[in-house]
């Protein structure tokens, strides 16, 4: 009686096969890919809606929105002067549920107090956008010598000072006053966003990944610096001022020509833009305005036509008006 004979693959059927297997997963990958993304962007707005509510029950419960950041002295360099430094993000623990916490900081004294530095650690999922880049769940914050002022957690949003005039640090005029809702010691009103709720925003998504900031405080003395993935040039050892820590102003989104690497600037790593929170708790979708339209015979900067819609959203009372779909 014959054995039957046992019909193997040859190298060509097998070679096929796996050709077809990677053709599949090539097409598959960036739709799997895509959705993730979807899912990822839709959390990072999520995340702004909550804090959209936290600051809207911070406004009923006091009467006006948090301060920027808390300085007890006047202006005077924006780098030595921002103590006890809370930030917009601190004094809305209360209202993210996050009582037990907020009774952890020791608001009496300066943010780089040693009874802060536990709770300066603490991470929160609803200050991080999942499309962010991270290097870990705290990082430090130096001087600018090497000298380590703090040790905080990170954050993937920003309150915005208002439009591009605003300089974060220094204000309208070395002031440390902003044309928009969160800056220096601000307690601006609802009443006082004129140019309405929709039509002004409160925060700016700002990726880590690009600018290393955090919800915890304008640290004194401290410094923010290039995330490792800023795609601007310059110096990566480039840096700014505290308040750049926790606020940014509406300039350009996601730049990627900016000569002070856009520090101070929204940016996020969703495709084609980034999210904006409203005074009325809405989120939108900002495109990048990666650039400037150059330079004006007079030396000032020749604006892109996105940049200024995004400059009249960041100011409070600017008089402006933005149609739907305007950007």
């Known amino acids: 009686m014959r054995k039957p004979v046992r019909r193997a693959f040859t190298l060509i059927e097998l070679l096929v096969v796996v050709a077809i297997i990677a053709l599949l997963v090539g097409l598959l990958l960036p739709a799997v890919q895509q959705a993730r993304e979807a899912a990822r962007r839709m959390q990072c707005k999520n995340n702004l809606k909550q804090l959209g509510l936290a600051l809207q029950n911070y406004e009923s419960a006091h009467g006006v929105f948090p301060p920027g950041y808390i300085a007890a002295g006047p202006l005077i360099n924006g780098e030595t002067d ?28 300066p943010a780089t107090a040693l009874a802060n530095t536990t709770a300066l650690q603490t991470s929160l999922p609803v200050f991080l956008c999942p499309s ?21 957690a990170p954050a993937s949003y920003a309150g915005s000072v208002g439009s591009d005039a605003a300089d974060v ?43 290393q900031g955090t919800w915890t405080a304008a640290v004194p003395n401290g410094v923010i610096h290039r995330g490792l993935f800023n795609p601007c040039p310059g110096s990566d050892a480039a ?49 990048s305005t990666p650039s400037d339209a150059g330079i004006n015979p007079d030396g000032s900067t020749r604006y892109t036509a996105l940049s200024l819609i995004l400059q009249a959203l960041c100011t409070r009372a600017g008089n402006e008006v933005v149609g739907n779909g305007a950007f």
């Open 169 to 211: 640090a220094l204000g309208l005029n070395n002031n440390g006053l902003g044309d928009g809702v969160l800056f220096r010691d601000s307690a601006v009103r609802l009443a006082d966003v004129t140019d309405g709720a929709s039509q002004t925003v409160l925060i700016l998504e700002r990726a880590w990944g690009n600018a």
């Open 132 to 152: 962010d880049q991270f290097t870990g769940a705290t990082f430090p914050v130096g001087d600018g010598l090497g000298a380590t002022m703090a040790t905080v």
């Open 239 to 287: 840096t700014g001022l505290p308040p750049l820590l926790v606020l940014a102003h509406g300039h350009l989104m996601n730049t990627t020509t900016d000569t002070d690497s856009g520090l101070d600037d929204p940016s996020s790593f969703h495709s084609g833009g980034g999210h904006i929170l409203m005074a009325d708790g809405s989120v939108q979708f900002f495109k």
């Open 82 to 109: 921002t103590s006890p430094g809370w930030s917009w993000g601190a004094m809305l623990l209360p209202q993210l549920d996050q009582a037990p916490l907020s009774l952890a900081l020791d608001f009496k004294q």
